[in-house]
């Protein structure tokens, strides 16, 4: 891209944001989406897709100058590899993308329709929230996944990107604007807070008079900021210390695939791996062949006492240090595992229900009524029996793509898909009916 182009993607970045003329616009264009037909919406979402694939390079060049700022700040490897774009995970947006047109549309959907010994005719019918405000960091692929979301609900949402992501934000929110255009929806459906001040992430917090719900996806510092700032309902999310416990009845080399997927396939993410509980009867047969499997791909191992006791015996090639008092409260999003041995089932439940956030913990047994037990009393927003963490995520449920991971308790829990961006209304049809 040229240097001149490159010039002006970043003034901008140095103009002023009129926070309140973009709540306005937002609130005027979700009435405008409000009342779009199915048809309308997919059409937009196959011409982003169209557009993004037809404006790969561009995309990818821009990335790459956030990777290349990022790699000369010292990001760390995991916070570089969620920035980063590739010619595959555009394809991979674009197919995200069809595949959300592809999905039912919730608005406009009927629940609960019923007659009332009175004659009046209820039901709640499924409309759009409104306007959404998203705050997130390093994930240039949300911005995609919440606009595609978004617009097939009928929500405008505002965007509020990290700043080591920003020109590539800022190359996908062109995307989106250029399709919108093509089919003539309001570009105001999708906006972007182009200036890295975090001052503009409070006055988001504030917009109440038009923005909805808001919606952080990041650290624990932007949780805690967006629950203390925000006047407007905030849906939190996506932060994991995420669990497996091994019982003794578990067959171990099946188990050796599920934990190293969880913690491998991705370790940069939410729903990967972070803490592995492995019943006492079955730890020293175990714990060796669980070093020796990851350690092929350089996991540190990070145990209690009586688990280092065992691995440092071992000549599986793995680098294994003692757990520190923090280890089992950090999400590691590293090649980094922690380790305990649990004598029974309750220590393993009673070590998820104190150390967990709710977001993705699993057990791998044989033993049903261990399996029945163990789901039944962790209520993170996705319980796994026999199954990798990994699967905690829109696409992979089958929702097309997510918004983000919630692991609150009110509206909406898990990934948030179609669904979970709409609320309703009652609709009452009466025959001239009065109340007496």
Known sequence: MAATVMDEVMEKTREQVD????????????????TLTTDVKNQALLAIADELEAQSQAVMERNGLDIADGQAKGLSDALLDRLLLT???????AADIRRVASLPDPVGAEMDSRVLPNGLRLSRRRIPIGVLGVIYEARPNVTIDIASLSLKTGNAVILRGGSETLRSNMALVDVIHRALDRVNLPRA???????????????LLHLDKYVDMIIPRGGHR???????ESTIPVITGGIGICHLYVDDSADQEKALDVIENAKVQRPSVCNALDTLLVNRKIAQEFLPKVAARL??????????????????QGNHGATVREAGP?????EWMALILGIKIVDTLDEAIAHIQEHSMDHSDGILTNNWANAVRFVNEVNSSAVFVN?????NDGGQFGLGAEVAISTQKLHARGPMGLEELTTYKWVCLGDWHIRR
């Open 295 to 312: 350690a092929q791909s350089h996991v540190e191992l990070r145990a209690t006492p009586d688990a280092y006791a065992i691995l440092a």
């Open 19 to 34: 926070m309140e003329a973009l709540g306005r616009a937002a609130r005027a264009a979700s009435r405008v989406l409000a």
């Open 387 to 391: 199954a990798s963490t990994r699967f």
């Open 222 to 228: 932007l949780h805690e900021l967006c629950r203390r």
């Open 87 to 93: 010619e595959q995970r555009i394809a991979g947006l």
């Open 189 to 203: 459906a999708v906006q972007y807070i182009s200036n890295p001040d975090r001052a503009y992430v409070t006055q």
């Open 326 to 330: 923090e280890d089992f409260d950090t």
